[in-house]
């Protein structure tokens, strides 16, 4: 059985870094994967912070990341990391790990049914 465990969440005043990690187990040895971040505020919709291709570690972002956040792979089975740095009070969210199958040659997109597993979430608080 697939699993995801995020951990790191907490609070942090704003400008400040926090890391997230997540270590997932279950996945197969012989595929590959699209891993991603994902974040939902209070009375918000869930929005795709930034995905990473297990088999060749490239991490694409969203918009509002604007270069404060990295996403890292630390091995080609699901241990992802996601470093952030000058957290405002518009970060302040419930942030979740997914990973989905990725078939040869298939984009790992923003769109959240590409990704077939999640973990519970870690939440982030930012504020002074």
């Known amino acids: 059985q697939v699993q995801l465990m995020e951990s790191g969440g907490g609070s942090v005043q704003p400008g400040g870094s926090l890391g997230l990690s997540c270590a997932a187990s279950?996945?197969?040895?012989?595929?590959?994967?699209?891993m991603g971040w994902f974040r939902q505020a209070s009375g918000k919709e869930r929005e795709a912070v930034g995905t990473?291709?297990?088999?060749?570690?490239?991490?694409y972002y969203a918009d509002f990341v604007k270069g404060r956040f990295t996403i890292t792979r630390e091995n080609a089975r699901g241990k992802l990391h996601l470093e952030m740095n000058s957290l405002s009070p518009e970060d302040t969210a419930k942030y979740y790990c997914?990973?989905?199958?990725?078939?040869?040659?298939?984009?790992?997109?923003?769109?959240?049914?590409?990704?077939?597993?999640w973990g519970q979430g870690t939440q982030v608080t930012v504020s002074s």
């Open positions: 279950g996945l197969s040895m012989d595929a590959n994967y699209c």
């Open positions: 997914a990973a989905g199958l990725r078939r040869s040659g298939q984009r790992c997109d923003f769109e959240e049914d590409n990704y077939n597993y």
């Open positions: 990473v291709y297990t088999d060749f570690g490239w991490a």
